[in-house]
Nanobody
């Protein structure tokens, strides 16, 4: 069964950190570009950060640039989203997704949902930033 499973979400105070994991089963993640998306109540799903499949280049939304990083562990078939200096505005359900689309990772992050460019989605993990 092909699936992505996110983990690592939870409640954290403003200024704190979390590391989200995206583990794949049934397929190999390093053959795909990976995107992290988030959706807060009443809002559309938005791209947070993406990592390419070829050279592991990354793209981040302006709202998280400098605070979030993405990395791969191919041996564990897992991609991570490290989130630092968390703000209440980062509260959302976070999803990872895999794509084989022939577009830049910037476009993948910015339009991946709109143009249905993602091949596989996880079910999400909730991140709550609150004191």
């Amino acid at each position: 069964q092909l699936q992505l499973v996110e983990s690592g979400g939870g409640l954290v105070q403003p200024g704190g950190s979390l590391r989200l994991s995206c583990a794949a089963s049934g397929f190999t993640l390093d053959y795909y570009a990976i995107g992290w998306f988030r959706q807060a109540p009443g809002t559309e799903r938005e791209g947070v950060g993406c990592i390419s499949k070829s050279n592991n280049s990354t793209y981040f939304a302006d709202s998280v640039k400098g605070r979030f990083t993405i990395s791969r562990d191919n041996a564990k078939n897992t991609v991570y989203l490290q989130m630092n200096s968390l703000e209440p505005e980062d509260t959302a359900v976070y999803y990872c997704a895999a794509s084989n689309a022939l577009i830049t990772i910037e476009m993948l992050c910015r339009l991946g949902v709109t143009i249905s460019a993602m091949d596989y989605w996880g079910k999400g993990t909730l991140v709550t930033v609150s004191s």
